[in-house]
């Protein structure tokens, strides 16, 4: 089964498949393909990130010869094609403070709050796959959000249906 583990930058993907890569299971990092294959478009300045056209990216993976049970992680991993997407989700205040310890500019940290809090890449991933899963890693330890993965990979999903997650409270004390 193929996965993809994605979610709003600042999530904890990549810290989370980094562990699930020492635990012995086969992870790629979506923007390595990007860039191996060459996929990588014009830097946007104004975003600070490169863009990548999502269909070459699904076709360079399907192209590609990655094995039946790889988990796929980045913030595009849910544009591939895959049996089931996991989301990472954080709440955005914390999501917030993530980013900025991370030296982004203000701007870019607001777009990437606006976004979880307005559900944005799980929206995405309700439209286009029917196997999908979230996973609230706001205060989880990094080993617990990955046993989560695994409970999902495994089947076990009841309590990481898409609709547990609201940050709607927070949100209207931004304003």
């Given at each position: 089964m193929r996965i993809a583990l994605t979610g709003t930058p600042g999530t904890g993907k990549s810290s989370v498949g980094a562990l699930?890569?020492?635990k012995g299971?086969?992870?790629?990092e979506v923007s390595d393909i990007a860039r191996s294959e060459g996929?990588?478009?014009e830097l946007d300045e104004e975003r600070g990130?490169?863009?990548v056209?999502?269909?070459h990216l699904r076709d360079a993976v399907d192209r590609?010869?990655?094995p039946d049970d790889t988990i796929f992680i980045g913030h595009?991993?849910?544009f591939l094609n895959v049996d089931r997407v996991i989301v990472l989700r954080c709440r955005p205040s914390i999501l917030m403070q993530r980013l900025r310890e991370r030296g982004w500019r203000e701007e870019k940290v607001r777009e990437n709050a606006e976004a979880e809090a307005l559900d944005v890449i799980l929206m995405d991933c309700l439209e286009d796959q029917l196997d999908v899963f979230e996973v609230d890693a706001s205060s989880m330890p990094l080993e617990d959000v990955a046993k989560a993965v695994v409970d999902i990979i495994r089947g076990k999903t009841d309590k990481y249906r898409p609709g547990n997650t609201d940050w709607s409270?927070?949100?209207l004390s931004w304003y």
């Open positions: 699930l890569a020492r299971l086969e992870v790629i996929l990588l478009g990130s490169f863009d056209d999502v269909d590609g010869n990655y595009l991993a849910h409270e927070e949100v």
